[in-house]
């Protein structure tokens, strides 16, 4: 169905868009596979397939019955899409040529002006604003000047194509800003270098801060209004259109006033200013922005297998473990002192035959276990292994 789709937002119906994608499946095929392959009604498909054929997607053998073949989509994709490029071209050549009949045509008729005759018109959302603002640079004849808001940079910088255009047609455009809105010239800086051309050498720049209101005068005969929200001046609330000759006429003189106060923007020094800020903030080798120089690491002397860990050097064994420090034998290794090692183990006291080993009051050492008399090998090996189990019982009462 996604194929099927795209074939038909290029332009062909439903019934070509199933054929042709059949022919493509099949390859060489008759009327009658096709058509039951891709529903298309018998009675339609050879109007389909001949309507095929005169867009470039099919070719046609004549034999009895006729065959058909798709043409490989990337060769016909192509030449359908130059051939409608060709086809549009021709239609815009004939609307251009129809719309400078038009206009010369409509000259001849007379305007009925009445004396102080008002007109408005008004936009609030920023769509609607952006509209506005194209058609008054498309419609200045003579002059524009202009006291734009601070919210007005986005609006400037989409504007900045009419204004050119404005420019090439020989009308005046001045901008009276403030020195909030001094972030324009790096907007302008990424013009390309026609259009800067054309806005150094035409476009005028005063900045003044002495000013409360926002407004433009357009052929000294057209205001706009741009009116701030209460709550907040740097936000538009909404642009008037205001055709009323005597307010043009006013609002212009005070513009003059401001205009001649305000201090001259030189625009080719400042876009050259702007190029230099740029151009050092730009990291070169080894620095990082905002920070001073720094070497970059070098790929052998980090990745050095000999140095990523050498034992000796990067390990101290006598550090990282220190034996008295770390390990306290007699702390950490007290089971709880059953098994004390200076007092349980000290060799001239684990064994004392006379204390630890009582055999009874009537076993004495010196008389009654004379081992070089009173024993035989048997008993003395006896009496060692029962020594020794003692012993290793770590029990000694």
């Keep these: 169905m996604q194929k099927k789709k795209l074939l038909q937002d290029l332009g ?36 389909v397939l001949e309507s095929l054929a005169g867009k470039g997607f099919v070719e046609v053998q ?31 050549a004939v609307l251009k040529g129809a719309v400078e009949e038009a206009k010369e045509a409509l000259k001849a008729v007379p305007a009925q002006k009445r004396k102080n005759e008002v007109f408005w018109t008004t936009a ?29 940079m986005p609006v400037i910088a989409f504007l900045i194509p009419e204004i050119t255009r404005a420019l090439d047609r020989g009308v005046r455009v001045r901008l009276l800003i403030s020195p909030r809105f001094m972030s324009l010239v790096s907007v302008l800086s990424l013009q390309e270098e026609e259009t800067l051309a054309t806005l150094k050498k035409g476009l005028e720049l005063r ?93 052998e002397e980090e990745l050095d297998p000999g140095e990523v860990f050498d034992p000796e050097e990067d390990v ?32 001239g006291e684990v064994f004392d035959l006379e204390e630890d080993l009582d055999l009874g009051e009537g076993f004495d050492l010196d008389d009654d276990l004379d081992l070089e008399e009173g024993l035989g090998p048997e008993e003395e090996l006896e009496l060692k292994e029962k020594l020794e189990r003692i012993k290793n019982s770590g029990s000694f009462a």
Excluded: C
């Excluded at 006598?318 to 183990?345: A, C, I, K, R, S």
């Design 12 to 47: 062909l119906n439903a019934y070509e868009a199933a054929a042709y994608l059949s022919l493509l499946k099949f390859g060489v095929s008759d009327a009658s596979t096709v058509y039951r392959d891709a529903e298309v009604p018998y009675g339609k498909i050879y109007t």
């Design 316 to 347: 101290d064994l006598e550090e990282v473990f220190d034996l008295e420090e770390d390990v306290d034998l007699e702390e950490e290794l007290n089971p709880g002192e059953v098994f004390d090692l200076e007092e349980e183990l000290d060799p």
């Design 124 to 152: 609030i959302t920023e769509s609607e604003i952006k509209k506005f603002a194209t058609s008054v640079y498309r419609e200045v004849k003579k002059s524009l000047s202009v006291i734009p808001p601070a919210l007005g």
């Design 207 to 299: 900045m003044n801060p002495n000013f409360d209101s926002y407004f433009g005068v357009v052929d000294e005969s057209i205001v706009v209004l741009f009116q701030p929200h209460p709550k907040d001046k740097d936000q538009v609330l909404s642009v008037v259109k205001i055709w009323d000759a005597g307010l043009a006429k006013n609002l212009n003189e005070e513009f003059e006033l401001m205009w001649d106060a305000g201090e001259r923007i030189d625009l080719e020094e400042k876009l050259q200013m702007e190029a230099s800020r740029k151009l050092k903030e730009v990291p070169g080798p080894g620095k990082k922005s905002g920070f001073a120089a720094e070497p970059e690491p070098d790929p």
């Design 62 to 92: 004549e034999s009895r019955p006729k065959k058909f073949r798709g043409i490989d989509p990337e060769l016909a994709l192509d030449a359908f899409f130059e051939k409608r490029k060709a086809q549009a071209e021709r239609e815009m």
